[in-house]
Nanobody
Framework: VQLQASGGGLVQAGGSLRLSCTTSVRTSGNYAMAWFRQAPGQEREFVAGISKSTRKVAYTNSVKGRFTIPRDNVENSPFLQMNNLKPEDTANYYC????????????????????WGQGTQVTVSS
C-alpha cells in the first residue's frame, strides 16, 4: 500500500487549502483513513478521520467547522478541505490508512494506522 499527501503550501490566515491523499488502493470499504499533523517540537496530532464505512467522520475540536473530509470522494484520492486557516494550523500534514479499525469507527491514535504517506507542509501566515 502506498500513499502520498499533497496540496500543502503557504497561505494567509483565513485562506483555504485542499490536501489530497493519493493511494494505491481503494480506501472506502477497506481502510479507515485519517489526517494527522505535526509541528516542530510537538507530537503528531489527529486532525480528522473517516471510517471504512464512510458513515462516520471525526474531527479534532480545533478544526471543527473549518476542515472537512467529504464522504463522496474517498475512493482512491480522499482529500481534506481546510478553510479559514489559522497560524496554529501550521504543520506537516500526513495521511494514514488503517485496516484493523472496526467498520464504523474512527481512531485518533497514530498507532492504529498501518500505512503512512510522506507529509505535506502547510504554513499559515498571520
Amino acid at each position: 500500500v502506498q500513499l502520498q499527501a499533497s496540496g500543502g503550501g503557504l497561505v494567509q490566515a483565513g485562506g483555504s487549502l485542499r490536501l489530497s491523499c493519493t493511494t494505491s488502493v481503494r480506501t472506502s470499504g477497506n481502510y479507515a483513513m485519517a489526517w494527522f499533523r505535526q509541528a516542530p517540537g510537538q507530537e503528531r496530532e489527529f486532525v480528522a478521520g473517516i471510517s471504512k464505512s464512510t458513515r462516520k467522520v471525526a474531527y479534532t475540536n480545533s478544526v471543527k467547522g473549518r476542515f472537512t473530509i467529504p464522504r463522496d470522494n474517498v475512493e482512491n484520492s480522499p482529500f481534506l478541505q481546510m478553510n479559514n486557516l489559522k497560524p496554529e494550523d501550521t504543520a506537516n500534514y500526513y495521511c494514514a490508512l488503517a485496516s484493523g479499525i472496526r467498520w464504523d469507527s474512527v481512531s485518533s491514535q497514530p498507532n492504529d494506522y498501518n500505512y503512512w504517506g510522506q507529509g505535506t507542509q502547510v504554513t499559515v501566515s498571520s
